[in-house]
């Protein structure tokens, strides 16, 4: 529109912002920052050491990424997913994943299916935390199955149940049925089936939702 001022300045402000959102969602992502653990602004700003305002904001960020909620007792926490959120994440899980799947089968590179099936090998059922083979495998077969907002959806879910996936790898006997499962899943991907991926994908989907919710009860027992 004639006369009309465009502004595109970015202020320094909100680039500190960015990046203690970034920190902060880094920190609870990898579990640096533990589910139910107490959120003040003053640690925060000692931690971070940027000022007070930059931490609200980022902090106000993270409540809406689901990442941050109010805690019973007063202020903020690290989420803790409740059991009606845990259900309809994976009520979501259960669609889009199997989703994502056929259309790994249909779209993906032999080079993908072979990254895919190398991922799905370096699972150590023996091992403490798996977790960022999990995030890997994640991220070959959301960049195989070609739909970016298919990723981003599924990528959301992943952030909001973080904890109960690492913690849930943890436990005993979990990664072996993982393991078994990431293995079908790939030979069905190999034999370029689709809805016999998309059935093992289901199957993963709820198996991972049982350990879940075991997952939830130990956060909240060791948040009381």
């Known amino acids: 529109m004639a006369g009309h001022r465009l502004d595109l ?16 969602r880094a920190a609870i992502l990898d579990g640096a920052l533990q589910p139910g653990r107490r959120l003040t602004e003053r640690e925060l700003t000692e931690l971070t050491g940027v000022s007070r305002t ?4 980022a902090l106000r960020r993270l409540q809406a990424e689901g990442l ?9 926490r690290v989420s803790i997913p409740s059991e009606d959120e845990v259900d309809q994440i994976y009520e979501i899980r259960a669609e889009l994943e199997p989703l994502a799947v056929r259309l790994f089968v249909e779209r993906a590179s032999r080079e993908e299916v072979d990254a895919l099936a190398t991922v799905a090998q370096q ?4 091992g403490d935390d798996n977790k960022d083979v999990l995030d890997r495998f994640d991220k070959v077969l959301l960049d195989g199955c070609r739909n970016p907002m298919l990723a981003e959806l599924l990528g959301g879910l992943y952030s909001r ?8 790898a943890a436990t005993p006997g979990r990664m072996a049925v993982t393991k078994q499962e990431y293995a079908d899943l790939v030979e069905a991907i190999r034999n370029g089936s689709a809805a016999d991926a998309a059935d093992v994908a289901r199957r993963h989907v709820a198996a991972a939702r049982v350990s879940a919710k075991v997952a939830m009860n130990l956060l909240k027992q060791e948040a009381d």
């Open 68 to 76: 941050v909620e109010e805690s019973p007792s007063r202020g903020l």
């Open 123 to 126: 699972v150590t059922p023996g």
């Open 54 to 57: 930059s931490v609200r904001e």
């Open 161 to 168: 149940i973080h904890a109960l996936r690492r913690i849930s």
């Open 9 to 24: 300045r970015v202020t320094q402000d909100k680039l500190v912002r960015d990046k203690v959102v970034d920190a902060l």
